[in-house]
């Protein structure tokens, strides 16, 4: 009897729509009794596997824990989990979708900061002269913070954003943010403009594999079909 082999699919939005147009382009007839608001899924011409429909954070987890064996998911989601987890993953291909770019943005009216040196002296600044640290709004906690301790940036306090990060300096909630964006347009539309050398990391779409179960023949058969296009 074949292992059940199980994939993580993101379970919403256009990364969702792209990683099943990969099961199509590969003849790979995806099987959803619900349709779009199944969580649980199957492949026509394979019995032993299991199509999981999770939050992309969520795919990134269960492939560092194993119990998915293969899952589509973002870059930055990926770098921005623990380093166990990352050591847990492979990558094993990159796409030329679900393309962003995590970036450090502030507020436009701030002519007098264009880069993250400029932030630096703004950090202590509001450290001296307000008494409070710098408040950065953010859904990427590891990757900011290792961002800005690398530039040289230690003065400032981490927000967790649970919705519309760009609205956060406008509801008195941080003063800047980071935020993943592919045009730059929400930002603009919300009056943040973006450091000259605030870019993070680049991201796109992944497909990933448990490193515990990327030597399995049915893992490594499946990797190959899927890879095709």
């Not at 380093?83 to 990159?94: A, D, E, F, M, W």
Request: include cysteine; charge should be positive.
């Amino acid at each position: 009897m074949k292992k059940e082999i199980k994939i993580g699919i993101p379970s919403k939005g256009r990364l969702r729509k792209d990683v099943l147009n990969i099961f199509k382009k590969n003849k790979l007839n995806l099987i959803s009794e619900r349709g779009e608001r199944d969580l649980l899924g199957s492949i026509k011409q394979y019995k032993n596997i299991k199509i999981l429909y999770l939050h992309a954070r969520e795919i990134i987890e269960r492939l560092g824990d194993g119990s998915l064996d293969i899952g589509f998911s973002g870059f930055d989601l990926l770098k921005e989990s623990e380093i166990n987890t990352q050591k847990k993953i492979n990558v094993l291909k990159r796409y030329d979708f679900g393309k962003a770019t995590l970036v450090v943005a502030i507020p436009d009216p701030w002519i007098d900061v264009q880069t993250v040196a400029d932030l630096e002296e703004i950090a202590f600044e509001f450290k001296d002269k307000k008494k409070k640290r710098l408040r950065v709004a953010t859904k990427y906690p590891n990757l900011t913070r290792e961002f800005l301790f690398s530039k040289g940036v230690t003065q400032f306090k981490l927000v967790g954003s649970l919705g519309a990060t760009e609205a956060y300096p406008f509801t008195g909630s941080s003063e800047i943010i980071t935020d993943i964006t592919s045009t730059g347009e929400t930002l603009k539309a919300n009056n943040l403009r973006i450091l000259k050398d605030g870019e993070i990391l680049k991201s796109e779409a992944c497909m990933m594999t448990s490193k515990s179960s990327v030597k399995k023949p049915e893992v490594k058969k499946l990797v190959k079909l899927l890879s095709k296009n």
